[in-house]
C-alpha cells in the first residue's frame, strides 16, 4: 500500500533562504509525482508535475527532484519570499486510475 | 478556457439534509475524480468517473455518498442525511482521456451545524 510521508510537517524560516522540503513514498513503482501549494481555507494550486522517467523539473525559484529508486523527492525553494508562505503538498500518481495519494503537507511560514 | 469550476464554495447544512456539491470539468476534459480534505487530516481519494459511468468508487463512503457525471451537465457529489464527520473541504479535478495530469477546482467548504 502507497504510503506519502512529508517532513517537517512546519517550517518557519527569515525572508531570504533557500529551503527544502521533503517527500518519500513508500512504493517506487509511481507514474508522476506532483506538488502542490494550498493557501489557509483555499483551494490547490500545482506548482510541478514529475514523471516517473525525470529527475527533476523547475519552474522559476522552485526545483523538485525524484529518486525514484529511494523513493523520494525533495521541492528546492530558492530565495524564499514571505508569499511563499503556505501548506506544500506532495502527491503520487501510482497509475491506478490516476488516484493521487497524498502527504500530510509542510506548513511553510517565511517572515518578513 | 475556464478552469474546474466548483459550486457552492461554501455549503452549510443542518444535520440530517441533504449536500450537493457541482464540479464542471474543464472544457474538453472527460474525467473527473473527487477527493476529500477532514480537518488536520491528508486529502483522500474519493471517486473517479468518466461521462455516464463510474471507474473507481473505492473511496467512497459506503453509505451516504453517491456520484454522477451525467452526458450533459456537471459532475455532482451528493450526500445524503449529513452528519457532522461530513464537514471537510471537497476537492475535484479533471483531466482529459489520455491526459497525465489532473487539474483542480477551488473546492467546496461544506459545514455540518
Known amino acids: 500500500k502507497q504510503e506519502v510521508t512529508q517532513i517537517p510537517a512546519a517550517l518557519s524560516v527569515p525572508e531570504g533562504e533557500n529551503l527544502v522540503l521533503n517527500c518519500s513514498f513508500t512504493d517506487s513503482a509511481i507514474y508522476n509525482l506532483q506538488w502542490f501549494r494550498q493557501d489557509p481555507g483555499k483551494g490547490l494550486t500545482s506548482l510541478l508535475l514529475i514523471q516517473s522517467s525525470q529527475r527533476e523539473q523547475t519552474s522559476g525559484r522552485l526545483n523538485a527532484s525524484l529518486d525514484k529508486s529511494s523513493g523520494r523527492s525533495t521541492l528546492y525553494i530558492a530565495a524564499s519570499q514571505p508569499g511563499d508562505s503556505a501548506t506544500y503538498l506532495c502527491a503520487v500518481d501510482a497509475g491506478n486510475n490516476r488516484k493521487l495519494i497524498w502527504g500530510l503537507g509542510t506548513s511553510l511560514a517565511v517572515n518578513p | 478556457n475556464a478552469g474546474v469550476m466548483q459550486n457552492p464554495r461554501h455549503l452549510v447544512r443542518r444535520r440530517g439534509q441533504e449536500a450537493r456539491l457541482r464540479c464542471s470539468p474543464m472544457k474538453g476534459h472527460s474525467h473527473v475524480y473527487w477527493y476529500r480534505q477532514l480537518p488536520e487530516e491528508g486529502l483522500k481519494f474519493m471517486v473517479y468517473?468518466?461521462?455516464?459511468?463510474?471507474?473507481?468508487e473505492s473511496g467512497m463512503p459506503k453509505e451516504r455518498f453517491s456520484a454522477e457525471f451525467p452526458k450533459e451537465g456537471p459532475s455532482i457529489l451528493r450526500i445524503q442525511q449529513v452528519v457532522r464527520g461530513d464537514s471537510a473541504a471537497y476537492f475535484c479535478?479533471?483531466?482529459?482521456?489520455?491526459?497525465?495530469?489532473?487539474?483542480f477546482g477551488q473546492g467546496t467548504r461544506l459545514t455540518v451545524v
Open positions: 468517473l468518466q461521462k455516464e459511468n463510474i471507474i473507481d
Open positions: 479535478a479533471s483531466s482529459t482521456a489520455g491526459g497525465t495530469e489532473a487539474f
